[in-house]
């Protein structure tokens, strides 16, 4: 007989489940429309080399930020998110989106940018093309949503800011100044080269990439780690985790470094897993537990959902049976 996940761990499942319950996460950042075309490609286009793909099936998810949320939820938490959008259909697709996983949506419109759009060409399980529609929100909208944000933050047990990098998160060195201050725990997906605006935060979780581009190359994993300590003392950062993709994740704090490899079974679609990774971690964070043991819960709901199409999310079924 194999010992699953949580007995492993030492988690009851019904005590786990409670406790997630009752745990309340705010995600704020940047949330965005994932639009799926499915089809099938059996010619070229007599106009342009490029296959012709006939579309028999459409779908929409919620992504960025919004499919944090998802994954707090699905895993049978209490989510909250804040984010601006425009005044349009795509923006009412979302909260209808959201409203069908439970989860709190206060989404400020403005009527001067479209609501970011993502949308997949996919044919035989392979992706054709992308396509991007996007616009950065306005000052105006972005200082309503910080009030917002200011006079929620203490209701909530932890604070996940999600940047995409399309300015919802104009105000991040604030957000993080607010929830410091009201005693809740701040994580941060980060994004660009620039990670001095997220100082003072609890925990950043960029990608292998995302490092690389902040840090510089790495040779050894003493060499990573000297550049993960660096880091993490120069942003005042209680913790760093780094997402390796097939090489796990791995933890740096002042306790020490811990590094858990991947648990993915098969690797089908990476889009998404960092969502899942630090959805996990602030939910099980607002549950009580340990940052490690947080850890252990979010890599192995990563290694679920890389084994589904798209943008999806890691349920409490799946993980408690793993």
């Not at 075309?37 to 960025?64: C, L, N, Q, T, Y």
């Not at 840090?215 to 994993?221: D, I, K, L, N, T």
């Not at 993960?228 to 740096?252: I, K, N, P, Q, W």
């Not at 991947?262 to 960092?274: F, I, K, M, N, P």
Request: proline content about 4%; hydrophobic content about 45%; overall charge negative.
């Amino acid at each position: 007989m194999t010992t699953g996940l949580l007995q492993t761990l030492g988690l009851e499942p019904a005590k786990l489940a409670d406790t997630l319950a009752d745990a309340r996460v705010l995600v704020v950042g940047d949330v965005m429309l994932d639009r799926y075309w499915f089809g099938d490609v059996s010619r070229i286009s007599p106009e342009a080399p490029v296959p012709v793909a006939k579309i028999g099936r459409m779908e929409e998810r919620a992504g960025g930020a919004a499919n944090v949320a998802r994954n707090i939820a699905g895993l049978g938490g209490r989510a909250t998110i804040l984010s601006v959008v425009g005044d349009d259909e795509a923006a009412s697709a979302l909260e209808r989106l959201m409203d069908a996983d439970g989860i709190a949506t206060s989404f400020k419109r403005d009527a001067g940018i479209s609501t970011t759009i993502k949308l997949r060409v996919v044919a035989r399980q392979q992706q054709l093309i992308r396509l991007d529609f996007e616009d950065a929100p306005s000052h105006e909208i972005l200082a309503d949503k910080l009030d917002e944000y200011a006079a929620i933050v203490a209701e909530h047990d932890v604070v996940i800011l999600s940047d995409y990098g399309k300015g919802g998160l104009t105000h991040v060195t604030r957000m993080v100044e607010l929830a410091r201050a009201a005693g809740k725990p701040v994580l941060i997906d980060p994004k660009g080269d620039d990670y001095s605006k997220y100082a003072g935060a609890t925990l950043l979780t960029p990608n292998r990439s995302e490092f690389k581009q902040v840090a510089g190359s790495w040779q050894s994993e003493e060499q990573l780690t000297a550049k993960a300590e660096a880091l993490r003392a120069e942003l005042d950062l209680d913790a760093l985790l780094v997402t390796r993709s097939e090489e796990g994740m791995t933890l740096y704090r002042p306790q020490g470094v811990v590094h858990q490899p991947t648990l993915a079974r098969e690797v089908y679609d990476v889009s998404g897993a960092g969502d899942t990774v630090i959805g996990t971690l602030g939910l099980a964070l607002a549950a009580g537990l340990e940052l490690p043991l947080a850890m252990s819960l979010a890599n192995a709901a990563a290694g679920i959902v890389v084994g589904k199409l798209g943008t999806a999310v890691c349920t409490q079924p799946e993980l408690f049976a793993l």
